[in-house]
């Protein structure tokens, strides 16, 4: 079965402290995907990955910066955190375009609160 | 970003079928997932689409056309544990990448009894 497992299920963190949310996936995909997930505006994509070091902003990339030194882990960080941005993360990945089956996996979700 | 629409809620009765309509942009189009997702939990993939047409699975199918930006979910009788959001999701090219994955706000279905 494929897995992407997020570091943390919650996560209480104050406001202007530096956060870590981290992603690994075991089943060697290429692409990699952090979202976040709000009551009416759905998931919205913050960045993506194809590579390892490689990175892409998605829609709503302010506030955000991702590593990706290894391609099983997929690492979102928030620089100084501030309160709009308590959220549901959703970490994703899938195989490279043309792979038998090409769905993005998900994990588990990080609810983040800023307070 | 490009857009995804679809119906924010719909509700229908058990045994019944519904369809969930899903339009996008056609501009970089490449490839169209639906996923199903229970309040609390990740999403789960149901189905794929990157050719014109009908992609049946048990009691889901999903329906493509690139030309008109348009995709429909169906689900046939249908069960209680049915009740949960579907969401439309689309890859894009990008650049000289794979593409990102772009999803729709989700339609919340309600099965009532």
């Known amino acids: 079965d494929v897995k992407v497992t997020q570091s943390s299920r919650y996560l209480v963190k104050r406001t202007g402290e530096k956060v870590f949310l981290e992603c690994v996936q075991d089943m060697d995909h290429e692409n990699m995907f952090w979202y976040r997930q709000d009551p009416g505006l759905g998931l919205r994509l913050i960045y993506f990955?194809?590579?390892?070091?490689?990175?892409e902003k998605g829609d709503i990339p302010e506030g955000y910066s991702v590593s990706r030194e290894k391609k099983e882990r997929f690492s979102l960080i928030l620089e100084s955190a501030s309160t709009n941005q308590t959220s549901m993360y959703l970490c994703?990945?899938?195989?490279?375009?043309?792979?038998?089956?090409?769905?993005?996996?998900f994990g588990q979700g990080t609810r983040l609160t800023v307070v | 970003g490009q857009n995804i629409d679809q119906p924010t809620e719909m509700t229908a009765t058990e045994g019944a079928i519904v369809q969930i309509n899903c339009t996008y942009q056609t501009s970089g189009f490449n490839g169209l997932f639906w996923y199903q997702q229970h309040a609390g939990e990740a999403p789960t993939f149901l189905s794929y689409n990157v050719l014109d047409g009908l992609e049946e699975k048990g009691r889901f199918s999903s329906f493509l056309s690139r030309s008109k930006g348009y995709s429909y979910l169906l689900l046939k009788e249908l069960q209680m544990k049915d009740s949960a959001s579907y969401l439309c999701?689309?890859?894009?090219?990008?650049?000289?990448?794979?593409?990102?994955?772009?999803f729709g706000k989700g339609t919340k279905l309600s099965v009532k009894p």
């Open positions: 990955s194809y590579d390892v070091k490689m990175k």
């Open positions: 999701a689309v890859r894009f090219h990008y650049g000289g990448s794979q593409g990102n994955l772009i």
């Open positions: 994703a990945s899938s195989p490279r375009q043309g792979a038998r089956h090409t769905e993005a996996f």
